[in-house]
């Protein structure tokens, strides 16, 4: 049955805003839009948003569900410091409550008007709870193999993985961790295999200082973890290059989702935008960790990339609100128009993980959220970027 949205202002993000508009769902679907004056569908199921701002439903395309437990952990001043708590939270805690705190967040950002996410797993084992929940995404599947010997083992087992899930009717992406922890040969075998199975390739990437110094000389505090694990290579003493000109010299950063991009140059940037890379900020992130650099975000844009928006993890996050992201965003750039951290939010981050949403157009899934424009807001995004949850949600049928 059609059903047909009143909406007080649509934002469609892809194309100016209308105001006193409908939208006309069917199947899942946009199946019209426009002025309110020019609807002619007869429907009996018509809701009534005519207060509201009307967007698409945010893309989250950088979290990690499975550390959702870890939510309200300090950070112990260091990133090297810091991973071996995540570590043992994910050998030590049961499966059945790791499950049920990322039932929670699931809802979480669905509340702050999240329709999809792209969710980093370290194996398919942490695969239900989104798959069994209304979000959309991409299930991004996350090996370690910092010695090139196991790469090939590594290579199948993720291939197997990804195979299996995909038979089970769940989108995949692959992640591998970092160029820290990840081979040269499994980081090109890897990328070779998401464009075989022409899915999603994400990375994190120039993050931390500590994995600048250990990419280009082999040292530091981080080198000092990796050998403690035994993923420190023999003979190990760098790339003698940035960890973005690493990846551009593996040939793997075309189209890649680059997450964090906190400790990037220029030089750095020119690659990225040749590569037509997806750079994806997570400004919670930033302020949990304290980053005394962040991604030069204007820098980007300026050169024509089309950054998407994420929460990363509730380990180092106090939320996973897209609101909250959205606020942080505007904080750290303040003279950066709303405009492009909403299409970040929204159709930049659908794109990087190819779903047929991030915008509302005819054709594409219905997700749709709305916040109530209150009296006294200056202008309708005041609406979205004062909001501490969306009043109306809307999720299209999953494919």
Sequence with gaps: MATLLKAGIIYPVTSHPIENGYILVDKGKVAGF?????ATERVDNIIDLSSHI???????????????GMRGRKYPGSFSKWIPGVIRYNMETPQDLREASMKEAIEEMQGSGISAVGDIASSGDFVSPLAGSRLKGITFLEPLAPHEKDAEEALQKTRATAEELARRGIDVGIAPHSAYNVS??????????????????????AETLDEDEFIWHGSGELAGLLEERGFLPDGFRG????????????GILENTLAVHLNEIDENDIKLLASANAVPVFCPGSSVWFGRGNVMPLKKLLDYGLK??????SLASNSSLSMLNELRMGAAYFPSLPRERL??????????????NSGSIEKGRDADLIAFKMKDGLK???????KAKKADFVMLGAKN
């Design 307 to 312: 950054p998407a928006l994420g929460t990363d």
């Design 342 to 355: 909403i299409e970040m939010a929204t159709v930049n981050g659908a794109r990087a993980l190819d779903l």
């Design 239 to 250: 790339y003698g290059k940035s960890p973005v000109a690493h990846l551009h010299s593996l």
């Design 184 to 205: 040269p040969k499994l980081l090109k075998l890897l990328k070779m295999l998401a464009e075989e199975l022409s899915i999603p390739f994400s990375i994190h990437l």
């Design 379 to 385: 202008e309708p995004l005041d609406a979205v970027f």
């Design 54 to 68: 009307v967007l698409p439903g945010f893309v989250n395309a950088h979290c990690h569900l499975q550390l959702s």
């Design 34 to 38: 426009g002025p309110i004056n020019t």
